[in-house]
């Protein structure tokens, strides 16, 4: 039987924590993209339009993960579409990104106080002038330490991709462990790896938190 | 015709009706105090003629054109009706300069040097001229008010809509705006405004109207209207602030 050095799980966890990493960023980049478009829908004045993005956030929001992951692999296929472990966890993990970040902006730019929109107004700006001028400058400020406490949601929510069959850094663990039959080694250093990676963003963003509350405004 | 002409104005919050029927029209040049309780609809009337507020019957006209809720007609209207707030209401992200160069640049698309010019003159105006580069939290709350005259200014409006400009300030600096609100009269500026400040108004304005439960109840020239107040309600008003 071939032996495994601690080095060589922690080697192997090591490239497959680029998956994680992959994974995480484009979820984050498009689900940050999406979440905009979806963010000016929530905040419209059309009715229709918020109510279209509320139905969006919540379908989002009020399901698990597993399942949007399940859906996006097995119903792009029954689709006909092709499809790989990849892209369907990249898909599923967009649109919940998307829709947690737009919540969470949404929430960032009503805590503009209503004079600043009444004062923009008043200048004949229209919505859209006022939003990339006036409003989300401001909610900006409030929305960076949130944001990215959020990407360390969305680096834990990577690992169910390995139900999915995508081998990010656990199912990487799991194909390990059944080589290695060292279960405890393999999973503590998988549990250090996340760690490394979402506890850094945690305390930055708890660094901007209080050095953005703070009272001066720009 | 009135600049700002204002028939049968009907305006409800849900089933509370806070304008019951206003007639009014102000000519250019006529600078205008609306005095009145909190909650005679003084606010919302304002509010109104640049179509913050939308009104459910009657008819408000600016140089001839309806006041409506359609978003182009409204951008059409503010160009030509300014309105200071209560809250002063600066963008608190930008300098006092680029407040006030903000809307000429991108809603008439005056290119940037010619705001900036355009920006140190209405600063200057409003005795601000040195104070360009602060930001609106490092001004006092007078400071603040200039500025945000000056902003409306920028946009070289045909009217200014003033609601409670000074309520929010300290006493000591209520001063600094009325004078330069009083400059502004003496240069011919169309004025309404929404004010507590009855030295003010009988100094510098050339009608005052007392609005009652929703109504236009008095109305006439500052002289009148407080040496003579012909209603007991204004009588009662009046006696109130002594």
Redesign the interface.
Known sequence: MMEFTLWDVVRNLLLAARWTIALSLTAFVLGGVVGLVVLFGRVSKSKRLRVAAMGYIELFQGTPLLMQLFLAFFGLSLLGLPTSPWFAAALALTLWTSAFLAEIWRGCVEAVPRGQWEASASLAMGYLQQMRYVILPQALRVTIAPTIGFSVQVIKGTALASIIGFTELSKASTIITNATFKPFTVYAVTALLYFALCWPLSAWSHRLERKLGAAHRH | MPLIAIEGLHKRFGSNEVLKGIDLGIEAGEVVAIIGKSGSGKSTLLRCM?G?EAYQAGKITVEGTPVTQD?TD???L??RV??I?Q?F?????LTAGRNVM??PM??KGTAEAEARTIAAKVLERVGLGQKFDA?P?QLSGGQQQRV?IA??LA?EPRALLCDEITSALDPELVNEVLQVVKGLAQDGMTLAMVTHEMRFARDVCDRVIFMHLGKVHEIGPPSEVFSNPRTPELQQFLGQLH
């Open positions: 640049n913050l978003e409204l951008r059409h503010r160009l300014g309105m707030f809250q209401n600066l963008f608190p992200h903000l809307a991108i809603v930001f939290d945000a902003r409306a946009m």
